[in-house]
């Protein structure tokens, strides 16, 4: 171990999700992928991907990549960045090697899919199918076993390891466990919403058994899976696996992850099952994270969004509450167009804002160019 600290490093991808932590063994795991071609240029307030993660992984692999469901602001650009088992086409000394990709068992057995979820979704077959390795399926519904056994390559009973329901730990990395909330087998009300199959997550970060902080990474669930993940904890009388002293917001600070049905004038009022999280299990110092782009003012509080005025006024509520924080990653640092990483330091006296990282790792990266990739 060099150094007894862990980080989480949120990059300001426009509305997407791209967020790497970093554990005590210097091994990262990836929480989604959003590399826009775009960000690029000098233009553009993006960071782009690609070079942040060769600066941070500095040669080696990146150890897990979880993709937590097939929207394009969620995997955009993987296919051009990472070496795919499934494709020669993909693959070169330019790419970088991923040990295990991690997804929601839809990837698997949905049908249908166009450009990079098409990839993803081979990829995912690929390395449960014929490799039987390198991979993590979240969740464990019906139609998932049944394509498995349908699948002419394996059955179920092979690969079930490779499996893991919501309720599970997994215990991948040093310094933090990962306890799965969702998917659920259960079908959701709206059965083509992918935002409500998505992988959900409480990371419980330890120093000498002990814990010293707690996230959740909400990926883009809408308040019904919430509402269905809040029953199913406080029915296993697990609810302080919904205790957190860090929350990546789900989708992107949209009003639907608080109340699917009703946005409000100017704030959004939870369903009650979501207020409990967040006004219950919210800790003191709570940092709330929206990974989005700026938030409207209130004049134009009206716009499409995601994100939602609305919905950041309920979020500016609970940072009261809680004597927290609440940050957006296309607003930092405040005022300014050289956006950077919103890093999050752990260490064993917990959770902290780390500007000088920040600083240090956004300086000259923002604007860097790389030779192009092909693929």
């Given at each position: 171990m060099t150094d007894s600290k862990m980080f989480i490093r949120f990059y300001p991808v426009g509305n997407g999700d791209s967020i790497l932590i970093e554990d005590l063994d210097r091994k990262h795991l990836m929480i989604d992928y959003?590399?826009?071609?775009?960000?690029?240029?000098?233009?553009?307030?993006?960071?782009f991907l690609e070079d942040e993660l060769d600066e941070r992984l500095d040669g080696k692999d990146l150890d897990v990549l979880m993709i937590t469901h097939a929207h394009e602001d969620h995997l955009q650009g993987f296919s051009n960045y990472f070496w795919l088992n499934s494709s020669k086409k993909h693959q070169g000394d330019d790419r970088k090697k991923m040990t295990e990709l991690w997804v929601p068992d839809s990837i698997i057995w949905e049908p249908g899919a166009e450009d990079?979820?098409?990839?993803?979704?081979?990829?995912?077959?690929?390395?449960?199918?014929?490799?039987?390795?390198?991979?993590?399926?979240?969740?464990?519904?019906?139609s998932l076993k049944e394509y498995i056994n349908n699948s002419g390559k394996a059955k179920y009973e092979e690969v079930k390891h490779l499996i893991k329901k919501p309720g599970e730990i997994v215990s991948h990395f040093k310094g933090f466990e990962i306890f799965i909330h969702s998917p659920h087998s259960w079908v959701t009300e709206d059965d083509e919403n992918k935002n409500n199959k998505c992988i959900v997550v409480q990371l419980d970060f330890r120093f000498d058994s002990e814990s010293v902080a707690k996230g959740i990474f909400g990926s883009d669930a809408e308040s019904d899976a919430w509402e269905s993940i809040y029953s199913a904890t406080k029915n296993n009388k697990n609810l302080d696996r919904l205790d957190?002293?860090?929350?990546?917001l789900a989708h992107h600070c949209s009003y639907t992850a608080l109340n699917k049905d009703e946005k409000g004038d100017l704030i959004t009022e939870p369903v009650e099952k979501v207020k409990k999280i967040f006004e219950e299990r919210g800790r003191e110092?709570?940092?709330?994270?929206?990974?989005?782009?700026?938030?409207p003012s209130k004049q134009d509080r009206n716009e499409t969004g995601p994100p939602h005025y609305q919905a950041a006024e309920y979020y500016r509520k609970v940072r009261d509450l809680k004597k927290g924080d609440f940050r957006v990653t296309m607003e930092e640092p405040k005022g300014s167009r050289n956006i950077k990483p919103i890093v999050i330091e752990i260490t064993k006296y917990g959770p902290r804002f780390d500007q000088l990282s920040a600083a240090v790792f956004g300086a000259g990266t923002i604007t860097s160019t790389k030779s192009e990739r092909h693929g």
């Amino acid at each position: 171990m060099t150094d007894s600290k862990m980080f989480i490093r949120f990059y300001p991808v426009g509305n997407g999700d791209s967020i790497l932590i970093e554990d005590l063994d210097r091994k990262h795991l990836m929480i989604d992928y959003n590399c826009v071609s775009k960000a690029e240029e000098d233009d553009d307030d993006r960071i782009f991907l690609e070079d942040e993660l060769d600066e941070r992984l500095d040669g080696k692999d990146l150890d897990v990549l979880m993709i937590t469901h097939a929207h394009e602001d969620h995997l955009q650009g993987f296919s051009n960045y990472f070496w795919l088992n499934s494709s020669k086409k993909h693959q070169g000394d330019d790419r970088k090697k991923m040990t295990e990709l991690w997804v929601p068992d839809s990837i698997i057995w949905e049908p249908g899919a166009e450009d990079e979820e098409k990839l993803l979704r081979k990829e995912a077959r690929y390395r449960l199918l014929d490799d039987k390795k390198g991979i993590k399926v979240f969740g464990e519904t019906d139609s998932l076993k049944e394509y498995i056994n349908n699948s002419g390559k394996a059955k179920y009973e092979e690969v079930k390891h490779l499996i893991k329901k919501p309720g599970e730990i997994v215990s991948h990395f040093k310094g933090f466990e990962i306890f799965i909330h969702s998917p659920h087998s259960w079908v959701t009300e709206d059965d083509e919403n992918k935002n409500n199959k998505c992988i959900v997550v409480q990371l419980d970060f330890r120093f000498d058994s002990e814990s010293v902080a707690k996230g959740i990474f909400g990926s883009d669930a809408e308040s019904d899976a919430w509402e269905s993940i809040y029953s199913a904890t406080k029915n296993n009388k697990n609810l302080d696996r919904l205790d957190f002293d860090i929350f990546k917001l789900a989708h992107h600070c949209s009003y639907t992850a608080l109340n699917k049905d009703e946005k409000g004038d100017l704030i959004t009022e939870p369903v009650e099952k979501v207020k409990k999280i967040f006004e219950e299990r919210g800790r003191e110092k709570a940092k709330l994270i929206a990974s989005c782009d700026r938030i409207p003012s209130k004049q134009d509080r009206n716009e499409t969004g995601p994100p939602h005025y609305q919905a950041a006024e309920y979020y500016r509520k609970v940072r009261d509450l809680k004597k927290g924080d609440f940050r957006v990653t296309m607003e930092e640092p405040k005022g300014s167009r050289n956006i950077k990483p919103i890093v999050i330091e752990i260490t064993k006296y917990g959770p902290r804002f780390d500007q000088l990282s920040a600083a240090v790792f956004g300086a000259g990266t923002i604007t860097s160019t790389k030779s192009e990739r092909h693929g």
